[in-house]
């Protein structure tokens, strides 16, 4: 007589992980990983991470989602930070790689419009930037101080003798 085997219990799947309440993000001026809550805006998270920073490096921009071989995804200041699956990594993108970029597109560009030849000067977008305390600044915040003590001492003036204005006024009328 054949032996029936009983069927063997069903196999239960195990359910996956839950995913992980927290995004890991790449501080590139620091190197530095940090992490937040899954859904945290953007700007509050960049502007977390810049305060972090010591001495002179390159502050955060925005944060953006990279993996090779793709487009990068960038979070404005009001999106939220999320996980985009295997691959996808989220890092700061600073100013100076912003300008560095710009620079390639522009030699890029000037490569393709040039023609063959030595290039005499090559403007530097880096080098346009100004120093932000001027000669005519100070000028015009020394000329501001002076504007508000006269005024404040010509009303100084007007409260204290206004007593005597009064008094004046009334001997007249």
């Keep these: 007589m054949a032996e029936q085997s009983s069927p063997s219990p069903p196999r239960r799947r195990t359910p996956p992980p839950p995913p992980p309440q927290y995004v890991e993000v790449n501080c590139r001026s620091s190197g530095k990983t940090r992490r937040f809550a899954a859904g945290t805006d953007a700007g509050f998270a960049v502007a977390l991470m810049n305060r972090k920073l010591k001495g002179t490096v390159a502050i955060a921009s925005h944060i953006e989602a990279v993996k090779d071989g793709e487009e990068p995804i960038a979070f404005g200041p009001t999106s939220l930070l999320s996980n985009f699956g295997d691959g996808w990594k989220l890092q700061t ?81």
């Excluded at 600044?137 to 009303?155: D, P, R």
Aim: avoid cysteine; proline fraction near 9%.
């Design 93 to 173: 993108v600073t100013l100076a790689d912003l300008s560095s970029e710009v620079r390639n597109v522009q030699f890029q560009r000037m490569a393709k419009q040039t023609p063959p030849g030595p290039v005499s000067s090559v403007p530097d977008p880096a080098g346009r930037v100004s120093n932000p305390i001027s000669f005519v600044y100070l000028v015009k915040i020394i000329f501001a101080f002076v504007l508000i003590f006269f005024l404040g001492t010509i009303f100084t003036l007007f409260l204290d003798n206004l007593p005597a204005f009064i008094l004046f006024l009334k001997s007249i009328i």
